[in-house]
């Protein structure tokens, strides 16, 4: 059976060499006769996974040796709205709202502080990233989201702050580009847009900004317990640890983050072309700011949409429908999606144009 070319937007696609491996350790893990899914979080197996894990992670960011820990926890980006202002918002914090997932951010950090909207682009319905905005000074941090699933929108650059700590939900596009990552003091991101499986959050945090919060932090929101911990404080998410592991030792072997960049580019570039150029088509978002995890395009006719809905589903298409909440089309382009995935959406959106 052919597998489907899937541009689901999270769960994702992870290569299959990676699923092969954790499929074979659901049985048996390393030759040991037990199942990843039954060993115990304190063993010294997986120990070294979520070591090699946490490692890894440092590693594809290059920043080994530069003050930061990698965490390994649960509960998602979602949990990470709120502990990223347990743990750093004293007075005030600014965020810029670009999407979903950042005004939930900016929901969940009014509970501790005050919260300064520094840009937005709600006004169009978040189809650009808000460019020459002005910082104010005595900031406890800026939160920024990087790239906006829902909208398909993407910073293509950060703000200076100087001394104020930047912190960044990477959930959709961490290790898909080179970039200096050492400008974020703080970085999360959920696993399953293009890390690995549901229920592992990646948290890269600089330890110089954390302990100068006055509130009592709760054990399971305090990010300093976790890096004492080492990612152990409680069970940790063991599978979804594990194949995140085996996710980067494999991008480790394609080159790393800047090898996959220039595939990741590639997929864009195919994409974006075929949505300009191709006259049933058009796309969401301003041009500048067009994501390249994210593709968002909707048909110039809706009433077309049954029949290219029955198309891209014979070509063995999977997830290609847009949110719920904008609608029309979404090509999530992942590291492990291939560039010959993306060719056969760009033939059959040609085959369409052809048809009608």
């Not at 059976?1 to 049985?27: T, W, Y």
């Not at 492990?336 to 033939?347: G, T, Y």
Request: charged share 20%; glycine share 6%; with cysteine.
């Amino acid at each position: 059976m052919d597998r489907p070319h899937n541009f689901s937007a999270g769960p994702c696609i992870l290569p299959l060499e990676v699923f092969e491996k954790a499929s074979q350790s659901v049985i048996d893990f390393d030759g040991s006769g037990l199942s990843i899914l039954e060993i115990s979080h304190r063993s010294p197996a997986f120990v070294e996974v979520i070591e090699k894990a946490r490692a890894l992670a440092l590693e594809q960011l290059n920043l080994n040796n530069k003050g930061y820990k990698a965490l390994f926890m649960q509960g998602g980006a979602s949990m990470q709205f709120l502990m990223t202002a347990y743990n750093l918002l004293e007075r005030k914090a600014g965020y810029l709202d670009t999407g979903t997932w950042s005004a939930n951010a900016i929901k969940e950090a009014s509970n501790f502080g005050e919260i300064e909207v520094i840009a937005s682009s709600k006004d169009s319905n978040y189809n650009y990233i808000p460019k020459n905005y002005a910082i104010p000074e005595g900031l406890d941090y800026l939160h920024c989201t990087s790239n906006n699933t829902i909208f398909g929108t993407q910073m293509k650059s950060f703000p200076e702050l100087g001394e104020t700590p930047l912190v960044c939900d990477m959930s959709s596009d961490i290790f898909s580009k080179n970039i200096d990552y050492s400008q974020f003091d703080l970085i999360y991101a959920g696993a399953q847009k293009n890390m690995g499986p549901a229920g592992a959050t990646l948290i890269v945090v600089k330890e110089d900004i954390l302990g100068k919060v006055s509130r009592n932090i709760p054990s399971m929101m305090n990010y300093e317990l976790f890096i004492k911990k080492e990612s152990m404080f409680n069970t940790p998410p063991v599978f979804s640890v594990y194949v995140s592991m085996l996710t980067l030792e494999w991008l480790a072997r394609k080159g790393g983050v800047s090898v996959i960049e220039k595939k990741n580019q590639a997929k864009a570039d195919l994409i974006y072309s075929e949505i300009d150029r191709n006259s049933l088509f058009e796309g969401f978002t301003a041009k500048e700011d067009r994501s390249m995890m994210n593709a968002t395009f909707t048909l110039k006719d809706g009433s077309l949409a049954p029949r290219f809905d029955k198309l891209w589903k014979s070509a063995n298409i999977n997830g290609l429908n847009g949110h719920r909440s904008v609608g029309g089309y979404r090509a999530s382009m992942y590291n492990a999606l291939s560039l010959e995935s993306v060719q056969v959406l760009v033939d059959a959106m040609k085959h369409f144009e052809k048809t009608i």
